[in-house]
């Protein structure tokens, strides 16, 4: 018995010597000398990242990857997508599997605070909601006590229901799936009275799956906060900085006019030193990124500004048709307040 | 320990010797092995900020179960969420073993039949079944139930029970005295039936005249029951299911998800437990039921009496293994979002972050339910054995 015991602690001290730490240096460098940027997104969630026939990738989350490889590599084309379950997600990010995790993530604090990620910018202001078939006549939430309700696992909307059930003593029954299209089959063959999750991937589901869109309703109650956004490892803070402020950037391009088909032209003839500082004509805010200074110009001219993003993706004239409500501007009636590039 | 032990022989000559040095080695290499790995997975964690540990199991879950034998509430903690996972795994496990066990015995002895319609039919039954991967057959079951059947608000009505979407609802009886004395009843007949198989036995060894083995048994049961249900003023209040506004509420209820994984598991394992019991009985000299007809002993009786109980013997352990693939594959009900052990612990992973853990959960309890099952088999087999005079 005490040679084992002996045994076991050399063991473990051998263990100790051998144990390397498999993650160091900088994000940006290895994304340099890789020459892509690797971006976990969505598996397929129209608005948000999917990818079409011909492979191409589309959508709110996938933008902001091309505008990070725009602005980090100078090609907006340099992005390596990785498609995740709700439930890889964290692992591939924890493990390095990928650079920056872009796959409309609710900010929560368990995650920002546990799982050694930092949460960077939101990108679009969500909510819980409940999706019915128009039949049913089911106009509020309260109606649906005692239901089934079909849920995808792996989501802080699984957590929002039983919260939402429990404050309203409405007695709700999850049927919980794993895969996005598992959740959608169920609720679209009849299996359960509504299906939750975001509103923004309520209208995408609808849109992408129903028969005939017209036959469900999203509920106009939204339970919860989902600030959506994309998150990167801890520990790199200069990585975390550049989508942050990539972010920022393309809010603040909004905010100044600045578009996709004008950013050249203001680049040459602006006189505004704000929009100057942002394009990088008069001070170079690239350099304190550890970019260049042309770093927001190239990005705006791959993706457009948020405004631009928004519209193109899940906006009142796309196939979402989702209004711009919260995500607005701060000075147009909405809370997306980016800080000045300055 | 004898008393006068062999002489030892210290030198690389000795093969006793050599045997230690190399199982030391192996031992030593394999627990630097999970050492090291185990160490090594602890400093990355730690390095990146990920925060480990089981204590989550005692926070609150937040989550609700969809179903459950026992009530579960979203404020109870992790681990009661883990056990109330690990009781839906279990509940479909051991209704599958026993279905599985009479189904593939079943068709295993419909493939020597003298019809030749069941003897196809078994034999199309297996090697439909046995091809066509289980997780096929799953998502199969599950869009018959919810694909096919009608929607919860217009059900399939056969008698008292509705087939429909929301599953199988059927009436169930309201528990009251009559039922509290039918179970005490039926508790006491078991040791009476028991004694009385004994007994007959025994008689049918002295004076050899033939009892019932098996209706009168069942007889004293059931009369105990009825008995104990009489005298508690013989309750006969259902708790009927009735058509709801959107699905159909009261009664018991068996959802889609929890048939399709107990149909799909069942069905598909019979298939193996089939062709094992079939191999069984092959393996049983054809002397022996020659023999019994040579007795006078009818084909049924031949099979009940001669060939079966030898053929236990070979069927056990290849059919053990089976026990433990339908437990392990139950693990898939995942797909078709039935709340087992794997299913609850996808989710306590994400709302806390410990994969490392929650996955290290999931492996205990598999692999505890496999061992205990293996041991109870292993048990039994010892039992079943000839035994050797």
Known sequence: MKSLKTVVAAVLALGTLAASPAFAGKTLDTIKSRGQVICGVHTGLAG?????????WTGIDVDVCRAVAAATLGDAEKVKYVPLSAQARFTALQSGEVDVLSRNTTFTLTRDASLGLSQTAVIYYDGQGFMVPVKNKIKNAKQLKGQTVCVQS??????????????????????????????????????????????????SVRNKSAKNPADHLILPELISKEP?????????????????WTIFG????????????????????????AIGRILGTTED??????????????AVKATGNYGEIFERNVGPKSALQLPRGLNNLWNKGGIQYAPPIR | MSNNPPKKNWSWRSQAFRGLVYQVLAVVLIVLCVGYLAHNTQTNMRERGIQSGFDFLNSPAGFDIGESLFAFDSGENYWHAYLIGFTNTLRVAITGLILTTLLGTLIGVGRFSRNALVRGLCVCYVELFRNIPVLLQLLMWYLMFTEVLPESASPLVLGPVYLSKG?????????????????IGMGLALVVAFLYRRWAILSFERTG????????????????????????????????????????????????EFLSVLLGLTIYTAAFVAEVVRGGIQSVALGQTEAAAALGLGRGQTMRLVTLPQALRVIIPPVTNQYLNLTKN???????????????????INQTGRAVECIAIIMLVYLSTSLLTSLLMNWYNTRSAIKER
């Open chain 1, 48 to 56: 948000f990242s999917a990818a079409d026939s011909s492979g191409k």
């Open chain 1, 154 to 203: 792996g989501t802080t909307t699984e957590k929002n229901l039983t919260d939402f059930s429990k404050a309203n003593g409405l007695n709700i029954k999850p049927v919980v799936f794993e895969k996005l299209e598992a959740v959608e089959g169920a609720y679209f063959s009849g299996r359960c009275v509504s299906y939750t999750t975001d509103a923004s991937g309520l209208a």
């Open chain 2, 330 to 348: 139950s693990s898939l009900a995942v797909a078709i979002g039935y709340p087992d052990v794997v299913s609850i612990a996808n989710t306590a």
């Open chain 1, 228 to 244: 959506l956004g994309p998150l990167v490892r801890r520990g790199d803070d200069e990585w975390a900085a550049i989508v942050k």
């Open chain 1, 285 to 298: 805010t690239g350099k304190l990124l550890g970019l260049d200074k042309e770093w927001m110009a190239r």
């Open chain 2, 167 to 183: 599953g199988l609802n059927f009436p169930i009886p309201v528990w009251a005295t009559g039922q509290f004395f039918a179970a």
């Open chain 2, 209 to 256: 005249v033939p009892r019932s083995l098996f209706w009168a048994p069942l007889g004293i049961v059931l009369g105990f029951g009825v008995l104990g249900w009489l005298i508690g003023g013989a309750p006969s209040e259902f708790n009927m299911p009735k058509q709801g506004e959107f699905a159909i509420e009261n009664g018991g209820a068996l959802t889609p």
């Open chain 1, 250 to 273: 393309l809010l603040e391009a909004e905010e100044y006019g600045i578009t996709a088909a004008n950013v050249d032209d203001l680049k040459v003839n602006t006189k505004d030193p």
